[in-house]
């Protein structure tokens, strides 16, 4: 069973609509990904550690992709999802290097929130959890997030509508086209925000984050 991750356990969602949302989920067959990894997002990167905001829009629906961090897929997946191929070809144009893999926990223990608006699927069925009651977890992560100064890396129009009614001056916007294959050349390729994130941190005297991670 997923229990409410230290740190943000205290969001009104698990009392109020986790106990039904849990109740449904586990109803149903099959949901991506397991329970035990549906709010890793939130563990692995505490509020009082977020620096940089990354908005998905639910988990990989393919079996074996989803591992509770936005597009991040396990170690061991040979052939990346195209969204995250194009992210580490832009990763290599601004910084010179990327990932070994297609794990991004490294990412989530430096500060960076990797989560997804909707955080179950069903396998293969894409974007079927969008109205399930994800949206009132994320507004209540999003404006906890948002308390203190952070970068809002927002890939594409859902993620920038959603986070939205959060973001104030205090923080760093970094609003581009979403990686995936149609709309990457639309003003995604080019943008370089991996380094724009690090000379922000860098200028408020934080250490950058390591993108590229262990070899």
């Keep these: 069973m997923s229990a409410p ?37 939130l563990e692995l990167t505490p509020p009082d550690a977020v620096r940089v905001v990354i908005l998905g829009q639910d988990p990989y629906p393919t079996p074996g992709h989803a591992t509770g961090l936005a597009f991040s897929v396990p170690a061991e997946l040979a052939k990346l999802p195209p969204s995250l191929r194009n992210i580490f070809k832009e990763m290599r144009e601004d910084l010179g ?43 209540q992560v999003l404006e906890r997030a948002a308390a203190t100064p952070c970068v809002f890396l927002l890939w594409g129009a859902h993620a920038q509508k959603v986070a ?41 005297g934080e250490r950058p984050i390591d993108w590229c991670g262990p070899a």
């Design 97 to 139: 290097c990327a990932p070994a893999t297609g794990d991004l926990t490294h990412w989530a223990r430096q500060g960076v929130l990797l989560l997804n608006t909707a955080l179950s699927v069903e396998p293969g069925g894409a974007g079927g959890h969008a109205r399930l009651g994800w949206d009132v977890l994320v507004a």
């Design 164 to 204: 939205a009614p959060f973001i104030g001056p205090d923080h760093l916007v970094i609003e581009t086209a979403h990686p995936s294959p149609l709309a990457a050349r639309r003003g995604f390729f080019g943008s370089r925000p991996f380094g724009r994130v690090n000379d922000w941190l860098a200028a408020r």
């Design 5 to 41: 991750p230290e740190g943000w356990a205290d969001l009104p969602f698990f009392s109020a609509q986790w106990p039904a949302l849990r109740d449904r989920l586990d109803a149903l067959p099959a949901v991506l990904p397991a329970p035990e990894a549906r709010f890793r997002a």
